[in-house]
């Protein structure tokens, strides 16, 4: 009964929310407002950017609407103004000797004049006179120095792998072979191991996800501009296929519960290959080194790029807020990164928010090794252990979420907290980027592991079973339908309920997407096998991971560099999704082609 109460009060809240017709929006100051910044720097003005609060002076009235309208946790803080103006333009009526004290008199005259509200500054993003941001320096070069050595060593390898004679290759070289490692990106295993070939769909799963999570980013980017027409996020955010936006972050455990399920099925089938050889504890730093070898190159490189040149790559009025602020950080936490520990140090400064990927993904993996090569030896023991390992997993989520009081992502994905990067918010970093709460997912990919691996040594069908086919055709639709589920738990506030749902939220997804997983592999149907399997796929799938660190970079600087404040509308979005996955395939080729595989394979033949 209490639980209908809460479903119904949240839905009610969640569908009515505070909304004000649009004259009256109108009414208020506008939220964000940007003056023209070329002019400004042609004119050599100076052009400050800063937030201020708005206070009652003369027009309560107008201030209480603030408040409520304010107060719908879907809609921005229209009691804060965001604004980048021109002194020597929007404030030439002021005279003041620091840019600072002018540009804070400047927007308290001008909203006492226009709307009777006091402005007081709070955060001075910036004052400028030029477009100058930081100079050219050491690290930069350094930087340059790197990726030249880096083409140096692909030319090398590419010219001894094309005129060496037959023989055996000299390995640390060829692995620098573009020609060999473009053979690699696009090769093409269908006629391979069959038990191989049979996960073909992983990629496919992969690829798409990358494109969903590109699709989230988009939009998590577009708040972090000076938006033109913030309604147009408040009003949507209110509606239903708005949860996919919202609460649709669970997606990206796709991607752990798929490697965790690759790396325990790959070690299963070495020793089902090698009866000789036992799966033991002593092979972790062995498998350690393989993941680091793949990941840390290429992340490093990235992280270079990031703390150099991007800073330079481009300049406007979100410029330095959008860019070179992330760039700064990074250069005070890059080791924290290297060393996969930055969600647990220094949380708060983000450096490239989406790196918290990396740091739970290695984090976990080093849990979901242990695992498989302590439980590898005895895979049906194996199934039960795991089995309980997922639900204690979750209870103790549920535990640290209730105690904790935390949140779960749908009720974090509002517009005020996505446009401050969820600034020291508990539940973003001691749950979201936490790896304990990604821990079921990762088991839930090696449980599926050692259930389909000896599902094969049985050569047990599950095709020929019909609850399996019918509870597998559900599984696609039942994603949608428990990320969609999200939309009536908004508003609910009940701790219990709030808990058990965070708790539950991408565990239940995962089971779900690993079902439909087992099922793919399977070949129940050949519909989604066909679609998922397609080479386009594999060869973006190949890719995910210079894709996946780079694509951010390009979202930020498609945004930063507009010099206006920037519309949203689905079509607009949309559109600066799709020039994302562009320039990102694009730019993912050669971090792909140059580093990650020639990275990967050079310190593999140097280590093994
Ligand atoms: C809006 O921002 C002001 C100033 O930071 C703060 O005092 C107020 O609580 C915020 N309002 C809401 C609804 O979060
Ligand atoms: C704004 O500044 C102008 C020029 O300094 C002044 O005449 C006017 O009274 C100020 N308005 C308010 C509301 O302070
Ligand atoms: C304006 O903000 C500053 C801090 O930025 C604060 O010290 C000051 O008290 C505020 N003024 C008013 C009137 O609230």
Partial sequence: MVMMWVVL???????TGFEINDADYHEMPKLFQLDDWEECLARRGQFCMGTFNLMPHRNDRLFSVLEHFSSDRYHFNHTLLHRGLCLSTSCSHIRDSSPRARFARCVNNLTRSRYGLEANLTQLTYCKAGAGGRAVDDWDLAFTGVAALIVAANVLGTAYDLLRKDGKPIKYLVAWSLVANWRRLTADHSDGDPRLSALKPVQ???AITLLLVMMAHSVLAYHLTYIYNPQFFEKGSHHILATYMQNGTSIVQTFIMASSFL???NLLLHVADNPKKQLSIKML?????????RITPLYLFVLGLATTWWAHAGEGPMWAPMVEADSDRCRRKWWTQALYVNNFVEPDNKCLIHTWFL?????LYVVCTILTLVLGRWPRTAVKVLGAMVLGSMLVNYAIIYNWQMQPMVQLMIPELMRTQFPGERSFIWLYSAPWDSLPSALIGLLVAFVYHSHQLDDYRPADSRCMRVLYRLSVPCMFAWVLGGFWMKGV???ALVSLYAALDRPLFITLTAFAMYGFFNKIDSVWWKLLSWRGWEILGRMSLSAYLIHWLLSLTLLAQRTNANRAAIFDIGGHWLSTIFL??????PLHLLIEVPAMRFLQSITS
């Fill in 263 to 265: 790396l325990a099925y």
């Fill in 204 to 206: 496919g799963m992969k």
């Fill in 493 to 495: 506030s009940q701790a």
């Fill in 359 to 363: 740091a739970v993904d290695m984090q």
């Fill in 584 to 589: 990102t395939y694009w730019a993912a080729l």
């Fill in 285 to 293: 730093p062995q498998c350690l080194m393989h993941r680091i070898a």
């Fill in 9 to 15: 009060t949240a839905m009610v809240v969640a569908v």
